[in-house]
């Protein structure tokens, strides 16, 4: 490997420039010091080093916390190396239980694979395809023989698994641990011996995992891999990690309004670490607009709006940002109707009494998942018919043709008899 010090001038500021990029951001690098010898490396040989990222596809949806090492996965695209990316079809099956206090349920094939094809849809609206391969890890992992499983399972010892967090937490307060649950560091670390990877990307919560692809590669004789640990990005809510079970996320394939609306929601204080973490402008903007907002030249609501727009550019297009910055400022700032509002009709079967609930017709209607959110909108005041807020979750609307009904500040419906 080419040392350091082995570099030109040149090489050595391109390193530099490198770590900087990659540093963005990052909770820890371990070791720093041998991902500068990798890089050094790579710059004076031109290869690129091979940087994975492994996927549990348990959920079909990306949301903007689960962009945030994808960023990062990004960034070593534009500085020349290769992402391996990694769906855990074979690992989904056992599921991490990384944070749980009991065993995850097991997710069966067809699930998998169903997640697996939605995240492949979604996650190049980050990656670049060209520069992304593709892997799923039953491709090395189905075929070992129990022998093989056995000879894994002895290069770790108990006691290093009961070095994770939830295992101890789990032990030392009676919740079972079944013992296929240790398989998933070991297989999550054998994938990085499989592709003999040089960097692994993961959140904080993925910690011990990174550092078992580190020691099984060195027990089967490969250089080890750096980890890398991205930070968890708090939601909507400000203090709860994103989640969709939360409902405080915003999804990278919701409509452009969506978004925009849902980012001028995020906190003040949180503003820098979603501009860091989640989106793709420089360091330098980064840097400059950190130095507009300590001085008061740059204004919270002005740099909000920016943020909103590059969520909506990233994932959609300029064209769809510029019209969702207007459809905010029309609705939201002026206080009007949106001048475009999706006409949907109401089941005649569901208005045989000339009226109809107010908690039923919002699932009918689709503007709210189940019976207990359409309830909670309505208590918390965020359901209004004409611009009238109903309050009352148990009680009844006899409807119009055109009227107008709106949930929270987004969603908007024409009703049709």
Do not use: C
């Not at 030109?8 to 720093?32: C, D, F, K, M, Y």
């Not at 769906?87 to 944070?99: E, K, L, M, N, S």
């Amino acid at each position: 490997m080419v040392q350091w010090d082995k570099l030109t001038a040149e090489q050595q500021a391109e390193v530099q420039h490198q770590l900087a990029v990659i540093s963005r951001g990052v909770v820890e690098i371990t070791p720093e010091e041998e991902l500068k010898n990798k890089l050094a490396h790579s710059v004076a040989t031109g290869t690129p080093l091979k940087v994975k990222l492994g996927l549990d596809p348990s959920a079909p949806d990306i949301h903007i916390g689960h962009t945030v090492v994808l960023h990062k996965l990004r960034q070593f695209q534009l500085l020349g190396h290769q992402v391996q990316l990694i769906i855990g079809d074979f690992t989904g099956r056992i599921g991490d239980p990384t944070g749980k206090s009991e065993t995850r349920k097991q997710l069966t094939e067809e699930d998998v694979k169903r997640n697996a094809e939605t995240y492949q849809k979604q996650i190049y609206k980050i990656l670049d395809p060209d520069k992304t391969k593709l892997y799923f890890n039953s491709e090395w992992l189905s075929p070992l023989t129990f022998a093989d499983v056995v000879s894994l399972s002895a290069k770790v010892t108990v006691a290093r698994m009961m070095e994770r967090d939830d295992f101890t937490k789990r032990f030392t307060t009676g919740q079972p641990i079944s013992v296929h649950e240790f398989f998933y560091p070991l297989m999550q670390g054998y994938d990085s011996v499989a592709l003999e990877t040089d960097v692994e990307l993961g959140g904080t919560d993925q910690m011990f995992n990174l550092l078992m692809g580190r020691t099984l590669q060195k027990e089967y004789g490969l250089k080890q891999q750096i980890a890398i640990m991205t930070p968890l990005i708090e939601g909507l809510d400000g203090v709860n990690k994103m989640s969709k079970s939360l409902g405080n996320y915003i999804g990278i394939d919701e409509e452009p309004n969506q978004i925009y609306g849902k980012a001028m929601s995020i906190p003040d204080e949180l503003m820098l670490k979603y501009y860091e973490l989640a989106t793709d402008i420089s360091n330098e903007e980064l840097n400059a607009l950190r130095s507009g907002l300590e001085a008061g030249t740059v204004h919270p609501r002005d740099a909000k709006m920016r943020l909103a727009g590059t969520f909506v550019r990233m994932y959609h297009n300029e064209e769809a940002a510029s019209a969702a910055e207007q459809h905010f400022v029309t609705v939201f700032q002026q206080r009007a109707l949106p001048d475009e509002i999706e006409e949907v009709a109401v089941p005649a079967e569901e208005l045989e009494q000339g009226s109809i609930r107010i908690v039923r017709l919002l699932t009918v209607l689709g503007l709210q998942v189940s019976g207990s959110e359409a309830r909670r909108s309505v208590q918390q005041g965020a359901v209004r018919l004409n611009e009238e807020k109903l309050t009352d979750p148990n009680g009844e609307i006899t409807l119009k043709d055109g009227d107008i009904l709106q949930v929270g500040k987004r969603k908007f419906v024409r009703i049709k008899l």
